[in-house]
């Protein structure tokens, strides 16, 4: 999305900025995770998940269907990444990932659409 750098607040910001109240061991999933910014700007451990590793790092795979545990994980981001056909899978593997109580975190355009 090259209009997202002209956007006067980035979504990833808002996610780094909303993971600073967290303790360092909290763990992350950053679904759709593009060149993993997230894991290379906070403090907690990241699990940087993607359809292809872009750097390395990145777990490459089916967002629907990811490697990661049941009940593993505290905050799964999804900062403009429910896209394509199966975007509701990704959000079913993400309540599959979180722990009791963790956080499902979603930063999407809305678009209004005219008839």
């Keep these: 999305m090259p209009q997202v750098k002209s956007w006067p607040t980035q979504p990833l910001d808002v996610a780094i900025k909303w993971l600073q109240d ?3 061991n909290y763990l992350v999933a950053d679904y759709g995770c593009g060149e993993a910014r997230l894991a290379a700007t906070v403090k907690q451990q990241v699990h940087s998940l993607d359809l292809v590793a872009a ?3 990145v777990i490459a795979c089916n967002m ?3 490697p990661l545990g049941d009940n593993s994980i505290g905050a799964a981001v999804f900062s403009l990444a429910l896209m394509g ?3 509701g899978e990704f959000l ?3 309540a599959r990932v979180l722990k009791k109580g963790g956080w499902l975190w979603i930063a999407e355009v809305r678009q209004s659409q005219q008839c």
């Design 85 to 87: 056909t199966d975007y």
């Design 64 to 66: 629907a269907h990811t």
């Design 22 to 24: 967290k303790p360092p």
């Design 55 to 57: 750097v390395p790092g």
């Design 92 to 94: 079913l593997d993400a």
